[in-house]
């Protein structure tokens, strides 16, 4: 039997609602196939343990990452820590740290979800974020604070081998997929250092895939393109902030963001890789017992598939859709159904 260690880091809010519901599927899932076991590790860095010991991730803790497969993460962010201190306190520190430069956020209309977009039925996309660099490359600094002349500067960086392997991963990507099309989304116009060194990489790289087709769009009219004409989209790379910007902007026009997944990949797997739903972690609904568990169990197939475990990721993604499909569905989607009826209803479908 083929066995996987997975690291489950619930994180904050209902990361550990719907992180608790991924794994129940999880496990139904290789019950069923019993041609893999998931061997689960539960670490408790959250928020809470930040302000009870001063850090998220304790010494040590990132070498005791890279022993797993994969890593199943929740969300990270509460009302009493400070957004900046979580983000770089916990999940930056795995991105960045495990190199996993390659951010797939798939969005398409799934079966019983009524996309607010006229004409959103056929979106069918995959946003490819560059995940290491850019605008969150934590570049910059804070001088004469509090003084009238404060300066404060966000640096982004771009690199030759960090745009070119992101761009290559794209294509690769976009090969594989029916329509063999990627649009490259940039704001070289004004970001006239960066940026344009980012498309001229692009079209480097494009020489080596002939069969693609290409397209070059401002990322304030991409916002535009993807209301308007969603069917002339389909595989998009973009930096770090500007995917993801976009990548919610899909997750919403898809139906809701309880429904998006994430993939942050080191493709290379010289380092685990992070699975993690889009929505964040939802303070307003946390304990309620509403928070929709579609975006981690989409996440979770995602992670089976990486894994190697194709025909399970298959299975758990037409569970999902079966269920979709009748309507159950959480508040987010116009439904009644609490994270434990649609948690129940995937594992009967499987």
Known sequence: MREYKIAAIPGDGIGMEVIA?????????AGRDRGFKLNVEHFPWNSDYYLKHGHYIPAGGLDKLKTFDAIFFGAVGAPNVPDHLSLWGLRLPICQGFDQYANVRPARVLPGITSPLTGGAGIDWVVIRENSEGE?????????????????????????????????????????????????????????????????IFYEVAKDYPDVETQRILVDAMTTLMVLKPHALDTIVASNLHADILSDLAAALSGSL??????????????????????????????????NPIATFWTASMMLEHLGEKEAAVRLMKAVETVTAKKIHTPDLGGEATTEIVTSAVCDAI
């Open 258 to 291: 309880g429904i998006a997944p994430t993939a942050n990949l080191n493709p290379e797997r010289k380092f685990p890789s992070m699975f993690e739903p889009i929505h964040g972690s939802a303070f307003d609904i946390t304990g309620k017992g509403i928070a």
């Open 21 to 29: 519901a991924g794994l129940k599927v999880l496990g139904v899932l």
């Open 136 to 200: 969150y490359s934590g570049s910059g600094g804070r001088v004469h604070k509090g003084l009238p002349e404060e300066i404060a500067t966000e640096t982004s960086v771009f690199t030759r081998n960090g745009c070119a392997r992101i761009h290559r991963f794209a294509f690769e990507l976009a090969k594989k997929r029916p329509r063999k099309h990627l649009t490259l989304v940039t704001k070289s116009n004004a970001q006239r250092h960066g940026m344009v060194m980012w498309d001229e």
